[in-house]
């Protein structure tokens, strides 16, 4: 967030964290510090913010005290990451698909003017994220210009690159960088059985 507010289109912006070393500090602050040292790279917001709820703790699910960032990630995703460490735990952790990532230097967010109360904002982001297919996409897009109208630049740009890594992953690609004006750098991985067999 820090960064995208200086970072826009061919602005590329760094951020840096100090902290007074002689002061002791909180076992949760040295994990925020090496969550954000491990994910700084383009488009790991997301996985930044799973960290965080994971030290954060997510409150009780029916509970009254829900203090933590249920709300945030939403019940559905919550309850995704539930059944996942279940699955885990029960030994039938599935097949990790790697996160994709595109570094291309245009300005990619949903405009504040466009959808301005922050939780629907936050659906709307949570439901490109989530989005497996073009054609969800584009049920996506539908619903967008129904209830908010058409569709500005910086949304259009994020959904075209959310469209990309739909395409990525079924190649088996994890990892595109631009460089100069046109030449794009692709990185594959390798093809998971599922991928294979499509």
Known sequence: QLRGRVGRGDKKAYA????????LLTPEAYKRLHALR?????????????RDLEIRGAGEILGPKQHGHMFSVGFELYCQLIREAIEEMKGEKKEKIP?????????????KDYISVDSLRIEAYREIKSANTIDEIS??????????????????????IAKLKILMRKVGIFKAILIGKYDIIFFPVKLSTYQQNE
């Open 139 to 160: 049920d996506l897009i539908d619903s967008l210009i129904d209830r908010y109208g058409l569709v500005p630049k910086p949304l259009e740009n994020l959904i075209e």
């Open 38 to 50: 491990e994910f700084s790279q383009l488009g790991s917001g997301f996985n930044l913010a799973m």
């Open 16 to 23: 840096y964290f100090y902290y007074n070393d002689k002061r």
């Open 99 to 111: 996160e994709i990532t595109i570094e291309i230097p245009v300005s990619a967010f949903i405009p």
